[in-house]
């Protein structure tokens, strides 16, 4: 965990996107950072794929914190808030994660709860592989997983959704239509005040520890593509 004198040390956060799935080792935004600021700047990539914001916070309070960093980064993608924050669950199996309570975070699943077999048995049965097989079976499944045209079509109508999504947003003429429309499609159980008090919690470890805390948007290709989010209804 010591840090080397003089060393300026970054400590960054976050899910896959952070920690470099289906990218080459030594290719990762982390590892680019590192060697474009150079020395004396260290990168350490805390990222851990599928983690939520809750996570992070229990990753910086237990261990993040020991590595003495300079500057705190977290990497935030919006299927944090719409999905990891808001359930005891990723897949199958079990998480922490935060609730409300007069305000104030209130861990729950934490530490996990050791399970027996049956109670493993029935998370499984959620997973249902077997599902997940069947539907490489049929027409659909033969042009989905044989053929090209197939994906490339169905990316293609994807993108055709997200681009008339983004018209109307912008349009004078629908815009506010639009809104209203959103609004009435979001998910009611979407809690953001959740996620705004885990990262004011991070903020405060930060200080605690004569340190600052920086929050990065990862931005989808569909923004980049100036795509409407499709996590954000």
Known sequence: YKKGEGVFRILVL????????????GKNFTDRL????????????AGVSGYGTDQELLSLEREGMKYEPDLILIAFASNDFMLDN??????YYLKPY????SEALKPMNYPLPELNDQEWNEILKNW????????????????????????FLSQG??????????????????????????????????????????????????????TKLAVFVVPYKSALEKLPNPHIY
């Open 157 to 210: 109508f994807k993108n055709l959704r997200y681009s008339v999504m983004r018209s109307l947003s912008m349009n004078p003429l629908t815009k506010k239509w639009f809104s209203d429309f959103r609004l009435k499609l979001n998910r009611e159980d979407v809690d953001l005040n959740v996620t705004k008090k885990l990262f004011l919690r991070m903020n405060e470890i930060a200080l605690e520890g004569n």
């Open 86 to 91: 808001q359930s005891g669950r990723h897949g």
């Open 14 to 25: 976050g899910d896959s996107f952070a920690w470099g799935y289906g990218v080459e080792q």
């Open 98 to 101: 935060f609730v409300l309570e």
């Open 128 to 151: 249902k592989p077997e599902e997940k097989a069947e539907k490489r079976k049929g027409l659909k499944g033969f042009l989905k997983y044989r053929t090209k045209t197939y994906p």
């Open 34 to 45: 590192e060697e474009r600021l150079g020395l004396p700047v260290e990168v350490i990539n």
